[in-house]
């Protein structure tokens, strides 16, 4: 389904499948807000979330100031790439935009979780309604704490009815 325009809205960028699957599992959650969340087709690589983002999504984010982005790629464990790219995104929109993912990849996680992609989705997006944020702190997750506050604090509102 399509956002609301005229609310506050998030659209995810996932890199790929397994990406997707997490941000399908957490949009299913019947507490978010309708039409608050668009999952978007798979980017095809964690550079093409970048690019996606910054060609498409900025000028958006700049144009309507309801309009929220997260991109999901997963780090090949090199820890710093989301600071790092968050650090391209320009000044004027990054309070708008969050970057999160895993730090080796969506597989390693889900194993390590013992859940299915969608599995773990869902229970990310009742962790984040509850306040409780024990599966947002797995290793896995770890190098994006602080990015993770950030988008809660900024997005759990918006999704999420109170």
């Not at 809205?9 to 997490?22: K, T, W």
């Not at 710093?80 to 969050?98: K, L, S």
Request: hydrophobic share 40%; charged share 30%.
């Amino acid at each position: 389904m399509a956002v609301n325009d005229y609310r506050p809205h998030l659209f995810v960028i996932p890199e790929d499948d397994a990406n997707r699957q997490f941000a399908t599992g957490f949009e299913r959650d019947d507490r978010i807000k309708t039409r608050a969340i668009q999952v978007m087709p798979s980017a095809g690589g964690w550079l093409k979330v970048i690019n996606k983002i910054r060609m498409d999504y900025v000028p958006k984010v700049r144009s309507n100031p309801y309009t929220h982005v997260v991109g999901i790629f997963d780090c090949d464990e090199e820890p710093g790439r989301i600071a790092e790219q968050i650090a391209r995104i320009p000044e004027d929109v990054r309070d708008r935009i969050f970057l999160l993912g895993t730090l080796d990849d969506p597989q390693a996680f889900r194993n390590e979780a013992g859940l299915s992609f969608e599995e773990i989705g869902i229970s990310l997006a009742d962790e984040c309604f509850q306040q409780e944020f024990s599966l947002w702190r797995h290793p896995q997750l770890a190098h994006i704490g602080q990015e993770i506050d950030r988008a809660a604090a900024t997005l759990r509102p918006i999704l999420f009815a109170q």
